[in-house]
């Protein structure tokens, strides 16, 4: 049984990702790490951090990203394909670039690949997603952000990125550009890997949140966008608001990420209270009608994810794990 990492990634190194993290956290797990290295900005240095892991497990592909032919978003599911495409493994290891594993959960995730590996009905595994915001030590635990999603599929070419590149359905004859279109497609059948996935995409000095924040909106634009270069440094900072309303992590972080944690140097720029600062706009996880269905699914139903959309479908008599606290990072 072989086992690929595989990922996508332009400008990693400028918008502040903890690619080579990621890429670190994954290797004592793959047997062949694949990354779609897009046409990043001269000033951009990804290449030479990524060649400087010196890891003969990691295999770079050179791409150019096209937002004329692939807007939206999509760029990204294209970008996701044309890594899983390279990869040789009979398991695929999906991690997006500020996404990192646990070392604690290296043997759960060869474990299930073993345990599940002679089970063709099996087409994939799913992730508790660990969702940071502002800085290393808040997490949240909302209706407004997914709890769980596929991040370990069988290599199988019928499998393709969807939409944004956030999860994946199996299309049969697909012409290679209609990520959005889930006309004849199914889902996969999936059950839970035991592992967890630490999401750090709203982890950033608050200035660099801002310019990763642009760029992203610019993939999502159509195509009169494409191409364009990733602007300086933002003049204005991004306002994460007040961090006194979302939960505390008490759990532990990936030994990889120790330095780039104590290289922190913005949290005398966050807001930790509860009040909002005057002009503060709020964001979408702070809107009433979140507050309610937490509340309610707190109250009623032991925290359990209401009128959630999932991407996959979950094998008969196999059912998923009890709820994750995500406070502490331990079972509830």
Known sequence: MKISGFSFLR??????????ESIRSALPVVDEFVIALGDSDPDDDTREKIE??????????????????????????????????????????YLQGDEVLH????????????????????????????HFWGDYDHVFDSQRWYKQEMRLIRN???????????SFRCIANFDGRSYHDKTGTRKLVA????????????????????????????????SETANVQVEPIAEKPFDYGPLGRIPRYQGTHPAVMTDRIAQM?????????????????PHRH?????????????SFFGGRHLFASRNYTMLPGVALPRKTNFATDREA
């Open 11 to 20: 400008n990693g190194a400028k918008l502040h990702y903890p690619i080579i």
């Open 286 to 298: 702070e809107h009433f009608r979140y507050k309610v269905i937490d509340f309610v699914s707190r």
């Open 52 to 93: 400087a892991i010196g890891s003969d497990k990691i295999i770079l592909i050179d791409t150019v990203w096209n937002l004329d032919q692939f807007p939206n978003g999509t760029v990204y599911a294209q970008q996701t394909d044309v890594a899983k495409s390279h990869c040789t493994g009979d398991w695929l290891l």
């Open 103 to 130: 070392e604690d959960d290296a043997p759960r995730i060869r474990a299930a690949c073993e345990r599940w590996h002679d089970h063709p009905t099996v087409e994939a595994m799913l992730f508790d997603y660990h």
């Open 265 to 281: 140097n913005w949290a005398d720029s966050l807001h930790q209270g509860r009040s909002r600062r005057p002009g503060y706009v």
């Open 156 to 166: 199988i070419p019928e499998i393709h990125s969807m939409n944004d590149a956030q």
């Open 191 to 222: 059950v839970h890997s035991g592992a967890r996935i630490f999401h750090y995409g709203w982890v950033r000095p608050p200035l660099r949140m801002q310019t990763k924040t642009d760029a992203f909106n610019r993939h999502h634009q159509d």
